[in-house]
């Protein structure tokens, strides 16, 4: 038997993910290889399930980013059913619907989607990510102990959120009833689960494995849904295939993207910056302009920042640095685009042709290929510069910090990609993953 290869039974269970963002299914991904359970995250949706019986051939999970937070509920609903079918169709019959941990998007028409075309009479809830300060209580949704529309994400650019009751934010796009479980009502949930949307509290790591043992035992594991927390538990829980895992290295320097508008991705990057990265602004013009003015700005930016980079500096990539520039760029981005609607796709896919120059300019200085890992702050960003690259999957390998995941990148062998949503982290996040970072 071949190094790496996975024992493999067509009776083993195999499980689609359906995530609204990229950075959520690497989010979930890494989840499960981190327990040697074979994963693999698609990129381009439509393509992705045209391919799942193929994927699934040599994956034991697989997950789609379907790109639906920021489309209407009807869109959302479709692309979920669809991804249904498609998986269906080649025998699939588990199915996880990845959430954002703080509700942004389309969850209600999601969830109430992904019950509807499974089949099944209930599907299960757990949006709590304890680990990252994401709890529900009494079926109220915190964020490091703020309820969530008095949280950052109430402000949030594309989805701000304005609810913080869980059944509320569901009911606003879901026919389906919902029901909330407490945690001194789990054993009476086993014995009979309810129709309809059901939502569980969670306040602990503890909290979150007592609900899936409470789902497992209620034999209601067909059809879930929630954060990466709840998606940790079901390599314990389904008996899948497995194989050594491949534990991750994060290689010389950190290249820093941040696409995210988030405060906690701001103070992150700030604290980077005053303890030695280097900073490399993404101009409006490098963003927003597709011609010559626009060619010429990321030529650039690339060459100014593979100039640090084998220099020996850590390097943050962004478009502001705080929330006090977004003005000033706003107005330089209107002398180039009066559009704002298409502003965020234009900018997420010029991120992503900056990207591009970079790596074909590092390696043309390394033989064996870049030795910088490429941190990419928000899934928009990162499926802007998966489409600019050229990219049609991830590998997921692990999580390095909580919400931080490391990916290989099928398309470009021997580059370590980093992954963390916007809005997760400690403020040191970036030193610490300096400090892990091997010459």
Not at 212 to 228: F, H, K, Y
Not at 303 to 314: C, F, I, M, Y
Not at 322 to 331: G, I, K, L
Not at 372 to 386: K, M, Q, R, S, Y
């Amino acid at each position: 038997m071949p190094p790496g290869h996975c024992v493999h039974s067509e009776a083993m269970p195999k499980l689609l993910v359906i995530a609204d963002d990229l950075s959520g299914a690497t989010d979930v991904g890494v989840q499960f290889a981190r327990e040697g359970v074979r994963a693999f995250v698609t990129i381009q949706a439509a393509n992705a399930c045209r391919e799942l019986a193929e994927l699934f051939a040599f994956h034991e999970v697989v997950l789609v980013d379907i790109e639906s937070r920021h489309v209407s509920p009807d869109e959302a609903a479709r692309r979920v059913t669809a991804a249904v079918a498609k998986a269906s169709a080649a025998g699939i019959k588990l199915f996880y619907k990845k959430t954002d941990s703080t509700l942004r998007g389309n969850v209600g028409a999601e969830l109430d989607a992904l019950l509807k075309s499974s089949g099944e009479r209930t599907l299960c809830f757990l949006p709590a990510h304890p680990a990252l300060g994401r709890t529900t209580r009494d079926g109220v949704h915190f964020v490091h102990g703020k309820p969530l529309h008095e949280s950052a994400f109430a402000i949030d650019p594309r989805s701000p959120v304005s609810e913080s009751y869980v059944a509320t934010v569901l009911a606003r796009q879901a026919g389906s009833p919902v029901t909330l479980v407490r945690q001194n009502e789990l054993e009476a949930f086993a014995q009979g689960p309810p129709a309809g949307l059901v939502l569980f509290d969670a306040e602990t790591e503890a909290d979150v494995r007592r609900a899936a043992s409470a789902i497992q035992e209620s034999g209601r594991l067909t059809v879930l849904a929630g954060s990466a927390a709840f998606a940790s538990c079901l390599p314990e829980l389904v008996p899948f295939a497995r194989e050594s895992p491949a534990r991750a290295r994060v290689p010389g320097r950190l290249l820093v993207i941040n696409g995210s508008l988030n405060e906690v991705a701001f103070r992150q990057c700030s604290a980077a910056r005053k303890n030695g990265f280097a900073s490399v602004s993404l101009t409006a013009p490098a963003l927003l302009a597709d011609r010559t003015e626009g060619e010429d700005a990321r030529i650039t930016i690339a060459d100014e920042t593979v100039s640090l980079l084998a220099n020996g500096h850590d390097v943050v990539l962004g478009s502001v640095q705080d929330r006090d520039e977004c003005a000033s760029f706003e107005w330089a981005g209107m002398q180039i685009s009066s559009h704002i609607e298409d502003w965020p796709e234009r900018i997420a896919l010029n991120t992503g042709h900056v990207v591009r120059r970079i790596l074909s300019r590092r390696e043309g200085h390394e033989k064996n290929g870049p030795r910088f890992a490429l941190v990419v702050f928000g899934g928009d960003t990162l499926a802007g510069i998966a489409r600019a690259n050229g990219w049609k999957g991830f590998v997921p390998r692990d999580e390095i910090l909580p919400g931080v995941a490391v990916c290989e990148v099928r398309e470009q062998r021997g580059l370590v990609l980093l992954t963390k949503p916007g809005g997760f982290g400690d403020e040191d996040v970036l030193l610490r993953l300096r400090a892990l970072a091997t010459p």
